[in-house]
């Protein structure tokens, strides 16, 4: 009955809640901690490994990818082993988060991978049309107004050539402060500083209409999928491929899928189910 309620209690709520521009800067211990816990058995790392499956459909084929935002890598290093035919680039504008990414990709022995210093609305030290693939998780509310989210997605359409593979993901703006309590509430089991920066990270969001509005810049063939009823998420996403340089995907992928405990195995079924329900494919 309670998650009924907090579902209707969204759903009827009829104007969106006022966007905070996320304050929250990780430092230090914080940046170590929450960088250990997507490396762990834990709900982060199955939520990775659910956006790393899909991704790796949209970028199959792909030679070069940009990762907009990778902060510590955890993310970004899981897709590049599942796909070890394709060049991965992270970018991020905080040094002491490229410094730990360096480090965990050299902890990892992952080969395919490089990082670059740059701010996401600008990409000022990347060439046009050098890259066929961009990939982003959870970031782009990090950045400040919606003049600087259309601003990244000018650079995606420049930096993109080729068939413009795209997957990106992100929270999507709430209409009820109760919902996301309720999201919380859900996650309570989960570390403080993991709460903390999902709070931040929920109520920074962006509207589901200012990623529509993207079909407007970035002109490639994607679709976005949302969590239904209760909108909180949503995937940017081109048509999955297939193709012969990703024959030990599976593989690989089933590897990563079994260090998952039951419960956070859990946590990624769930995850599959709410976007197969919204058409994701």
């Avoid at 969204?10 to 901690?33: D, P």
């Avoid at 997507?38 to 030679?63: I, M, N, P, T, V």
């Avoid at 195995?265 to 058409?279: A, E, H, I, N, P």
Wanted: charged share 25%.
């Amino acid at each position: 009955m309670k998650h009924i309620l907090a579902i209707l209690r969204e759903l009827f709520s009829k104007k969106l809640l006022e966007r905070e521009i996320e304050k929250m800067v990780m430092t230090g211990e914080q940046v170590l901690s929450y960088s250990a816990y997507g490396e762990a058995d834990s709900a982060l790392r199955a939520a990775y490994l659910f956006h790393a499956y899909w991704a790796s459909q949209s970028f199959s084929g792909c030679k070069r990818v940009i990762d907009l935002g990778c902060g510590p890598a955890n993310q970004l290093l899981l897709l590049a082993k599942l796909n070890p035919q394709t060049h991965f680039v992270g970018v991020d504008l905080s040094e002491d988060m490229l410094k730990l990414a360096q480090k965990n990709k050299e902890s990892s022995g992952i080969n395919n991978v490089e990082f670059v210093a740059d701010d996401i609305t600008q990409l000022s030290k990347l060439a046009d049309k050098s890259f066929d693939g961009v990939f982003s998780s959870v970031a782009l509310h990090h950045v400040s107004t919606e003049k600087d989210l259309y601003a990244v997605f000018n650079q995606v359409e420049r930096v993109l050539s080729g068939p413009k593979a795209l997957y990106i993901t992100d929270f999507i703006l709430l209409k009820n402060p109760k919902s996301i309590d309720y999201l919380l509430e859900l996650n309570w089991q989960q570390p403080e500083l993991f709460r903390l920066e999902y709070l931040n990270s929920l109520k920074a969001a962006f509207s589901l209409a200012h990623f529509k509005k993207v079909h407007e810049l970035v002109h490639t063939d994607f679709k976005i999928y949302h969590t239904k009823l209760a909108n909180f998420l949503m995937i940017m996403k081109t048509p999955s491929l297939t193709t012969e340089e990703n024959m030990n995907f599976s593989q690989l992928f089933n590897d990563e899928v079994r260090k998952l405990s039951i419960k956070n195995l859990q946590t990624y079924r769930d995850l599959s189910l709410m976007f197969r329900v919204s058409g994701l494919k």
